[in-house]
């Protein structure tokens, strides 16, 4: 079972089925009420059901009674539509929310009386755990709650959270401490302290969130908001004072009739942003959506948000801008020793050291100097390990005591066998620290042979995705415990625009401060518990799955990848979410200029026939054109649904040039579009005679 | 609060003193120094009588006479006590009306013209006092009055061409003919 | 449209570029305390100010107190000049011996001189002493001027300042721009206006006889100088021969010239600028008209200086101009076509070398077309609404350019500060819809545009919008609001519109046709000025205070640049956008109705 690899078609039968019935639920008013523009549209309904009523029982309605229905109907139909959007948003969340739910099974958990794992056991059902109690998992059994290992270590099956069926380790101490409530633990056992109350667990936090029950308005939307409703008023006033103003002009050219309120409705709700207003708050909802399809969990929608708005993005250098491993790259030899040497005795002094570097120089000894691989054990050769005390690892074998390790390691360890470390190895030591690499001298006994290089592995497309950063105006800083040298040299080949060598926990959060207080927002990932405070301090953090739980509550996104790159596509889509909704109210604002033609003119050219000659549509007849207007409004909210969920197309391009290409598409595209759509529906209903 | 109130009050009188009674006694005492006719009406002398204003128009009817625009001041046109334009609108009957009304007077004073009347002969001027007319609407007259005068029509024109104000620089505003000054000239032939 | 229409528009508006800039910047000094070069004469006359009014010079207001010092100081305003033209009779300075003005008439003149509208429902020459002139209505043409200056330095300094609790101080701001900016530019601009003709004495009304007498059938008046009626309703007429004329006098030059550089508006005489005493030749018109749009130009220069990124103020006077000139044209082309009903009467309305052409009622000879149109769309544009010519006998379209100028906000160009300070709202919803459409949470010269912004924004045009609409509703539903009505058909309904368009955006022109001078015209005229006016000075106010408490968001490549033609292309498009869909309704019912009864 896996949560994450549920990706859903759009329309997905079964969300559809829900969605459909929901929309019909959301017509009461007490829910409509919360979005002021598709509540205006509802009282629309309304009225002119009544009107309708009115025409049908006493004959003498202000219109024909067939064209009050037709435009009650498909003002109904615009509500409708505009609820399906959203309950299409949510039912993706909800089908989320469902597989999620089904692995918080009740389970019998196993409470210790002590932390330790030889006291005694009182079998509770989970959700009688509180925070604080004790409890131990064993081989087989599900986590019962969220916590934290405090003794034991167990290979741990979290694909239910992350969807990631490979198991993990977890371990007391360190940074791999966290388990969480659902998860499966495959082998050993591990004593837990429970660290969340019954409800407030973290795959609780997660259902809430992709079901969208505690979401919460942001700012930016409920800002927006505000412009629509202000908006929508203006358009009231509009509506509502046409119809003293076509009395008036009733009586001043002495002839025709003055607007219907049928149709002062329809041109109202043709007027407000109800593509926008129907959409708003779908749009928020897949925006979380798509965080959570790419696997992140968002502690609050203004998390989501302010991903948008980041300025700096900090970085950790180690497996997220590099590979987490070094690569040997070069083999310098000392003076008087031929390079080939060098590299065979590195290899061989390799052979059985299986750290990523150690391979690495095998291979690179193989492929630039064609030493084939040989079997350690045929050898006889005795493999030295790496220890603490000697800071250095390598080989024994036949009499040849061959070494490697950090510069001044080795330089001991010649030394005291009476030999002396060259001032040409020395040089070649520090050109390459200068370099940012780091330096692995080989000795053979007394004698230095050489240095071998090993590189940070800047990892593939790192760089262009730093120049998209760069593009988008946020600017990127690698944090890093290497010295300045190093890192400025890793950070150089990166691309990254600024770096902080020999960070620490302090220094850390002291650069955050420092951005902020020049007004910029600051995003970064963190995983272990000394990354809780920078974590906490920063605007956008991203916490890693594996990370701590301190980690995990410092940080106001959780990435179940745990993947350190995660944070560029979190920023994207938080842009993406900011992006739909600007070109929707564009795209909505710019339709009213043609629906202005298509109904004025209707409304008043009975007043002064002159004003025909604004039906440059040449719509058929007045109730067709405001018939037609109506139709359009309701169907380009369904026709946005596909775009509203899945979010106007992000290109990593500077604002001027974001800012022209939607405005063209949306506002522009706004004005002519509606042209067309409402001329085509004027065809369909005058050949369908419906008007 | 009342110190805001005691500033308010005290900025508004020192603020009137100055504006209101400081600054335009300044200007007025400047500009009846130097430029005493302009300051007090551009006052026309005729005999060392007053006749008008050069920049106030006049009713003109007789035939000898040439007309200004239309005045639609009331109770009786180029009152200026009391400037006003028409205010008519452009599809108003009573706008219609009244440039047929204006146009039948000119055809009747002039049988003999059948000349395409020029516009501001037939349209009242925004203040009601315009006192010019176009180079166009003089010559339009000039052959009535040189009839009413006994005049050679080429006397006439050349009157308003001596008459008539060029645009300022060249490019600014409308050539013009001032009405009272062209009458002037008129009366002052003989 | 001729050639030298083309010409003048042009020059004009050049003109306009070309001065902007170095006032922009003396102003900038100005109000940024820095010397300015007139500080040796005007320094010890600023510091007797602040002495007598017992005014703390560094005394910094929030915006709250800002606020009121500008409520408290505009109603002492309004009540001395109500008192003012109450008493006038018994005051000096009344040569013509003028009684008291009527209470509504005052309460509506009033409040139109104190909300920089000089919306005018009296005749100047008429009614108003010499001493009301000049100590009453001069002084508040000066004063709402200077008020609306300072409310636009404090959004500045709001957009500047960081982390602060402060705006300025609001007396510093008023004297500042009454001292060092209006009066000398006034002192120069009257004393170039008497060069001209215009007129500026003390003495009474002068009577001449006139050349030709005239004969006359006038209405018979009674005692109280109303029309007699006969049994029929219709006026008495009697013979009358008028042998005389008066010449009417005042301080006029320097009162026209405050009223044209303070976008006030208010003329000395009933027909304000088309008067010849008010605006005698092409000269004295293009100073006047100069002058409605240098102060509102040159502050868009001041903006810039003063936020410390000249392009951003050039980016909205650059969307002014943009909206502006092409409305100008309009509105020159229309006029220049002529009214189609004297074409078919034998009328020539064709421009030629000696004749202007085009529609000529309500306008004057000297000025012709091109002259009238630049001046009814640069009025307009300003909050000024003085008027060279009558826009009531404008063609349909050629009168629409000017009402829709006063309904997209009075943000192009505008009021002196008003009108930058409601551009700057329009420049805030616009960073907030492309803000968003870019992917960020908008950001205007460094700070976000946050949900308090939005809401103040939304305010702003919101009450403007509803106070012209339901006053014009209002207006044509009951029977006090169509009586004054003076044209028939659709024009009529464009005079209502017009009214209520200038009543709330603080313009003062109107289809003048309209009879305001009523107590439903003067009493719902006064209340709109005074909520159109206040009630968007308030929520800007609370706009600044708000941005200064913010902290200054640094510019990146991700930060929507808003001093780029696009930007201005996209603020252009909102306000057009919403002031043409928010007036389309409207229009379509009056002036385009009307146009197009002629196809």
């Known amino acids: ?59 003498r309605g202000e219109a024909s009674a067939v064209f009050i229905l037709q435009i009650s109907v498909w003002l109904w139909i615009t509500v409708l539509f505009a609820n399906f959007a959203e309950s299409m948003a949510e039912g993706r969340g909800k089908a989320q929310a469902d597989a999620l739910r089904k692995t918080r099974k009740d389970v019998v958990a196993k409470r210790l009386s002590k932390p330790a794992r030889d006291s005694g056991v009182t079998q509770v059902p989970s959700s009688g755990l509180k925070k604080g109690d004790v409890v131990l998992v064993e081989a087989g059994d599900i986590v019962p709650m969220d916590g934290e290992v405090i003794e034991g270590v167990a290979s741990v099956n979290e694909s239910a959270i992350t969807g990631e069926s490979a198991p993990v380790i977890r371990e007391s101490g360190g940074d791999r401490s966290a388990v969480t409530g659902g998860t499966l633990v495959l082998s050993d056992w591990i004593v837990v302290r429970v660290t969340a109350s019954p409800g407030e667990t973290f795959l609780d936090r997660m259902i809430g969130m992709v079901e969208g029950a505690k979401r919460q308005k942001t700012p930016n939307e409920i800002a927006l908001d505000i412009l629509l409703a202000g908006l929508t008023i203006i358009f009231l006033l509009v509506t509502a004072t046409l119809l003293p103003f076509s009395i008036f002009s009733v009586k001043a050219a002495g002839q025709g009739s003055p607007v219907t309120i049928t149709v002062l409705v329809a041109l109202l709700v043709c007027l407000i942003p109800t593509t926008i207003g129907g959409l708003l708050s779908a749009i928020g909802i897949a925006g979380m959506d798509r965080m959570i399809q790419a696997n992140v969990i968002a ?44 590299a065979d005795a590195a290899q061989l002094s390799s052979l059985a050291d299986e750290t990523p570097e150690g391979r690495s120089i095998v291979v690179l000894a193989k492929e630039k100097y064609g030493i084939r691989e040989r079997d350690i054990h045929a050898l006889g050769a005795q493999f030295v390990p790496f220890s603490a005390q000697t800071r250095m690892s390598g080989v024994d074998l ?57 590189n940070d592995i800047i990892k593939g497309g790192i760089k262009e995705r730093f120049a998209e950063m760069r593009q988008m105006g946020i ?35 002291k650069l955050i401060r420092e951005h902020q207080a020049g007004g910029r927002l600051v995003a970064m990932t963190g995983d272990g518990t000394n990354d809780a405070p920078a974590l906490a301090q920063a605007d956008v953090a991203v916490a890693m799955n594996t990370g701590t739980q301190a980690a995990k509550e410092a940080g106001n996104l959780v990435d179940l990848d745990s993947n350190p790159t995660k944070l560029i596509e979190i920023v994207e889509i938080g842009k993406q979410l900011l992006m739909t909704r600007g070109t929707l109210t564009t795209f909505s604002i710019s339709n009213d200029v043609a629906k202005y033609f298509a109904i ?47 979010g106007v197309k992000y290109k990593p391009l500077g604002a001027q040039t974001v800012l022209r290409n939607n405005a063209l598409i949306y506002g522009v595209g706004g004005l002519i579009v509606p042209f067309i759509g409402i001329k085509l529906i004027d065809m369909l209903i005058t050949a369908l005679h419906m008007a | 609060m009342p110190r805001m109130i005691r500033n308010s009050v005290m900025s508004l009188l020192f603020m009137t003193a100055l504006t209101g009674i400081v600054y335009p006694l300044v200007i007025t005492g400047i500009a009846q120094v130097a430029f005493p006719g302009r300051a007090n009406g551009s006052i026309v002398e005729e005999n060392g009588k007053p006749v008008g204003s050069a920049l106030i128009g006049q009713q003109f009817g007789g035939p000898g006479y040439f007309w200004g625009r239309p005045s639609a001041t009331t109770p009786y046109p180029y009152n200026s006590a009391s400037s006003s334009g028409s205010n008519l609108g452009p599809n108003n009957p009573d706008l219609i009306r009244a440039v047929q009304s204006r146009i039948d007077a000119l055809r009747a004073a002039d049988p003999g013209n059948r000349r395409p009347i020029p516009v501001d002969l037939v349209t009242s001027s925004a203040s009601g006092l315009d006192p010019d007319i176009s180079p166009a609407a003089a010559i339009y007259q000039a052959g009535r009055v040189a009839r ?42 003989k | 449209m001729t050639g030298n229409d083309i010409l003048q528009t042009v020059l004009y508006f050049g003109a306009l570029a070309v001065l902007a800039g170095p006032l922009g910047l003396y102003m900038a000094r100005v109000y940024e305390g820095a010397p300015c070069g007139l500080d040796g004469v005007l320094g010890p006359l600023e510091r007797l100010f602040y002495r007598v009014c017992g005014i703390r010079q560094d005394e910094e207001m929030d915006w709250k107190q800002y606020a009121t010092a500008v409520l408290i100081f505009s109603a002492a305003g309004v009540f001395l000049l109500y008192f003012l033209q109450r008493v006038q009779g018994a005051l000096p300075l009344n040569p013509q011996k003028f009684g008291a003005v009527t209470p509504g008439l005052s309460f509506n003149t009033a409040l139109s001189f104190v909300t920089n509208t000089n919306w005018q429902n009296y005749s100047g020459e008429t009614a108003m002493s010499y001493l009301t002139q000049m100590a009453g209505l001069a002084v508040q043409n000066f004063l709402s001027a200077a008020a609306g200056m300072a409310a636009l330095v404090a959004l500045i300094r709001g957009f500047k300042r960081h982390s602060a609790n402060t705006i300025g101080n609001f007396w510093v701001d008023m004297a500042r721009g009454t001292l060092y900016i209006l009066m000398p530019l006034a002192l120069v601009y009257s004393l170039l206006l008497v060069s001209q003709g215009v007129v500026q004495s003390f003495g009474k009304y002068r009577t001449v006889d006139l050349v030709e007498a005239g004969n006359y059938e006038i209405p018979r008046l009674d005692a109280g100088g109303n029309a007699v009626k006969d049994a029929n309703g219709d006026p008495v007429m009697e013979k009358a021969k008028v042998t005389r004329q008066v010449i009417p006098l005042g301080p006029a030059a320097s009162q026209i010239a405050i009223k044209q550089l303070g976008t006030n508006g208010g003329g000395f005489f009933n027909v304000n ?72 009467m034998g009328v020539d309305q064709a421009a ?71 551009m700057l709202i329009f420049a805030i919803i616009t960073v907030f819809v492309a803000g968003l459409m870019v992917g960020r949470t908008p950001e205007y010269l460094g700070k976000k545009i946050e949900i308090f912004e939005m809401k103040m924004a939304a305010l702003v045009v919101l009450i403007v919008n509803a106070l012209i609409k339901l006053g014009t509703a209002i207006a044509v539903s009951t029977k006090a609001g169509t009586a004054g009505i003076a044209n028939p058909g659709p024009h009529g309904f464009s005079e209502v519109l017009y009214a209520f368009s200038s009543f709330a955006g603080n313009n003062g022109s109107a289809f003048a046709g309209l009879n305001g001078n009523t107590v439903f015209y003067n009493t719902i005229g006064g209340i709109l000025m005074f909520f159109g006016r206040f009630w968007v000075i308030i929520p800007v106010l609370a706009i600044a205070g708000s941005l200064a408490k913010k902290k200054q968001v640094p510019a990146g490549l991700g930060t929507l640049p808003t001093h780029t033609p696009l930007f201005v292309v996209f603020l252009m498009g909102v306000i057009v956008i919403v002031g043409a869909l928010a007036f389309m309704p409207g229009l379509a019912l009056g002036p385009i109705a009307e146009q197009l009864m002629y196809h």
């Open chain 3, 352 to 422: 030629s070398a000696l004749q202007p052409g085009g529609n000529m009622e309500g306008k004057e000879a000297r000025f012709g077309i091109a002259d009238s149109t630049i001046w009814a769309a640069a009025t307009t544009a300003a909050s000024n609404g003085s008027v060279n010519s009558m826009h009531d006998s404008y063609m349909p379209l050629g009168g629409m350019v000017p009402m829709l100028l006063i309904q997209f906000g009075e943000v192009i160009f505008g009021g002196v500060g008003s009108g930058l300070y409601g």
């Open chain 3, 273 to 344: 600028s088309a008067h010849p005493f008010e605006n005698p030749t092409a000269f004295s018109n293009f100073l006047e008209c100069l002058a409605i749009l240098l102060i509102p130009a040159a502050l868009c220069i001041t903006f810039g200086k003063m936020v410390g990124d000249r392009r951003q103020g050039l980016a909205l006077l650059a969307a002014m101009f943009l909206i502006l000139v092409p409305l100008t044209f309009l509105c020159a082309w229309a006029e220049q076509g002529g009214n189609p009903h004297l074409a078919s």
């Open chain 1, 600 to 646: 004025l003119p209707a409304a008043f050219v009975s007043i002064y026939p002159a004003l025909g000659a604004l039906n440059i549509m040449r719509l058929s007849t007045p109730q067709s054109a405001v018939l037609s207007a109506v139709i359009f409004n309701a169907l380009i909210i369904i026709f946005l649904i596909p775009l509203a969920l899945r």
């Open chain 1, 299 to 342: 502690m609050s929608g203004r998390a989501v948000e302010a991903a948008g708005d980041v300025d700096v993005l900090l970085l950790d250098k180690t497996g997220t801008i590099t590979l987490g491993d070094r690569q040997a790259t070069l083999f310098i030899s000392a003076p008087g020793v031929d390079e080939k040497n060098l």
């Open chain 2, 148 to 189: 009413a005068r006994g005049l050679d029509v080429a006397k006439v024109r050349d009157l308003i061409a001596e008459n008539t104000r060029e645009r300022f620089l060249g490019i600014f505003g409308e050539p013009a003919v001032n009405v009272l000054r062209l009458n002037l000239a008129l009366d002052n032939l």
């Open chain 1, 398 to 454: 036949n009499g040849r005591q061959i070494r490697k390790g950090a510069a001044d390691a080795v330089e001991k360890y010649v030394q005291k066998q009476g030999g002396t470390f060259p001032a040409g190895v020395r040089a070649a030591v520090d050109d390459i620290a200068r370099q940012g690499a780091t330096p692995l001298v080989v000795a053979e006994g007394p004698s230095v042979l050489g240095v071998v290089r090993l």
């Open chain 1, 475 to 509: 600017k990127t800083v690698m944090i890093t415990g290497d010295n300045p040298l190093t890192a400025a040299a890793v950070a150089a080949e990166a691309g990254v625009d600024d770096f902080l060598a020999q960070a620490t926990p302090e220094t850390k959060l």
């Open chain 1, 1 to 59: 079972m896996s949560a994450k690899k549920i990706k859903r078609s759009l329309f997905e039968p079964k969300i559809v089925r829900r969605a459909l019935l929901d929309s019909v639920g959301k017509l009461n008013p007490v829910y409509q009420i919360k979005n002021p523009v598709m509540f205006v549209v509802e009282t629309g309904s309304v009225l002119t059901t009544l009107l309708f009523l009115h025409a049908l029982i006493t004959g």
